[in-house]
């Protein structure tokens, strides 16, 4: 079944199965009248709302972990282990966040052989802000003018890394109220995540999801489960409008992170006992969730929240025998203490250790090697997951996702496999991508770094980053004029 016949099948309540999606680039429609690629039933929402297809897009080039610690005079493994990071992405000043969004669409729309008249909505989640008043949505509108298609819902949404769930979430609202006409809704989650020198650096990195949303999908979002919280913090901003560089407190970061952790889990729970457990009364667990998909700043602090979601478990049933070898840790609860203790937290990292390697590490791939992505960092995540993981140890599988942007806002939420996803594994082919980098010296990564310092807010200007080292297909700056418009081509 191609993806417009899982569509025009919507008002069915069975999963969908889907074919392996195409790479024939799409041939554009003419007419600006939209093609209804599903069926409207007001009385019922439509069946199985989810990701019908992902594609993620990141910098051909890449800076080593740990040759960067060398470079930087700390000790070995301070990144690559007291991180968890290996590589690190890297961009001149031919990228910047209007064209890395322009590429991660115009691929998703080829390879899936997608109409552009068959969009009916197109948000994006960034927090790499180089307009104050026009939105990264519009430049991508551009993509859209051969179609003829110019009705499309959506804008740019921003919270620091939290962005591209909202818009995600929005897409899903759109899809399943009244206002849906029947067509795609696409999510573009993308930052480029740089830091001034000093601590924060290793924690970079690049890349951009498009993220395909409608009925009948193979990936489908739990419905009524998901748990948020939302706080006043200052832990992560941007208050320098002339810098892409955050202020940045990571020690306080990290603990924001790991307490939204516990607040929206906590309730996730709840929430997902009450509708879908047998025994409402019984208290879901992460045992019963089979992959995880984190919000990824480094991938350290990504098995630090595994841990803690199992000693979120551990307090709500300290006398169980499973938790025999941590239950001294019961003690804490969720006390002030309890976000400071390193015996708690390497005893509960330890005690998670196995069901870590199965249930995450397969989802952190991308980040691993390409780093922190703001609000692509999640989906990056998810594109891991399923890129690499085959149906037989996916199909009706339950994914738990969590996403935080400092400041804060962060939801712990789930998705259900219903079908087969090889086209997912077909077309993302991020091992195989990751493999083709060229990388550059941590010498050259720290001038890249410093060209886009200098020529962040310049006017008529003109890149001089090299273009041959950018992947075919690939969207680049090539001038600002002397009023700050920006053009792009494709490489």
């Known amino acids: ?141 551009s993509l859209f003018e051969k179609s003829g298609n110019h009705d499309v819902v959506g804008i740019d949404t921003k919270n620091a890394c939290y962005g591209g769930t909202a818009s995600v979430f929005n897409a899903v609202n759109w899809v399943e109220s009244s206002s849906w006409d029947g067509r795609y809704a696409i999510v573009v989650a993308a930052d480029i995540a740089s830091y001034a020198e000093g601590p924060a650096r290793p924690t970079g990195g690049a890349g951009a999801v498009a993220i395909l949303i409608g009925p009948n999908a193979p990936v489908v979002f739990d419905q009524g489960v998901r748990a948020s919280h939302m706080n006043h913090l200052w832990d992560f901003y941007k208050p320098e409008l002339a810098s892409e560089y955050p202020t940045v407190d990571g020690h306080f970061s990290n603990t924001c992170y790991i307490r939204s952790v516990d607040a929206c889990y906590s309730l996730f729970a709840k929430k997902f006992s009450k509708r879908y457990s047998p025994n409402p009364e019984q208290l879901f667990k992460v045992q019963e969730i089979d992959h995880l998909a984190f919000h990824a700043p480094n991938c350290k602090l990504v098995q630090k929240a595994f841990g803690r979601l199992a000693y979120n478990d551990m307090l709500q049933d300290p006398e169980n025998e499973i938790y025999a070898s941590v239950k001294e840790f019961a003690k804490f609860g969720h006390s002030e203490e309890s976000y400071y203790d390193k015996g708690l937290e390497r005893g509960m990292m330890q005690f998670t250790k196995a069901e870590y390697q199965k249930k995450v590490v397969p989802s952190i791939y991308a980040s691993t090697n390409v780093g922190n992505m703001y609000t692509a960092s999640v989906w990056a995540c998810l594109s891991s997951l399923l890129s690499s993981t085959p149906d037989d140890e996916i199909l009706n599988k339950r994914i738990g996702m969590f996403s935080y942007g400092s400041g804060s806002a962060a939801t712990f939420f789930s998705l259900k496999v219903v079908a087969s996803t090889e086209k997912f594994r077909d077309t993302l082919q991020i091992q195989s991508r990751l493999e083709d980098r060229i990388k550059v010296t941590p010498q050259v990564f720290a001038e890249h770094l410093k060209l886009r310092e200098e020529t962040a807010l310049l006017k008529d200007y003109n890149p001089v980053g090299d273009v041959s080292t950018l992947a075919k297909g690939t969207y680049y700056l090539e001038r600002i004029d002397e009023k700050f418009r920006r053009t792009y081509i494709r490489a």
Do not use: W
């Open 1 to 141: 079944m191609t993806l417009l016949s899982a569509l025009s099948s919507s008002s069915s309540s069975s999963p969908a199965s889907t074919s392996t999606a195409t790479t024939t680039p799409t041939t554009q429609a003419s007419s600006a009248s939209p093609t209804m690629v599903g069926s409207i039933n007001s009385s019922s929402f439509p069946a199985n709302v989810g990701i019908h297809a992902l594609e993620f897009y990141f910098p051909t080039k890449y800076v080593d972990q740990a040759e960067l610690e060398q470079f930087d005079g700390v000790s070995a493994g301070k990144y690559t282990i007291g991180l968890g990071q290996t590589k690190m992405a890297v961009c001149d000043d031919r990228e910047d966040i209007n064209s890395i969004s322009l590429t991660v669409v115009q691929n998703l729309v080829e390879k899936h052989n997608i109409s552009y008249s068959d969009i009916g909505f197109l948000e994006v989640g960034t927090e790499s802000i180089i307009d104050k008043s026009k939105s990264v949505k519009t430049v991508l509108m």
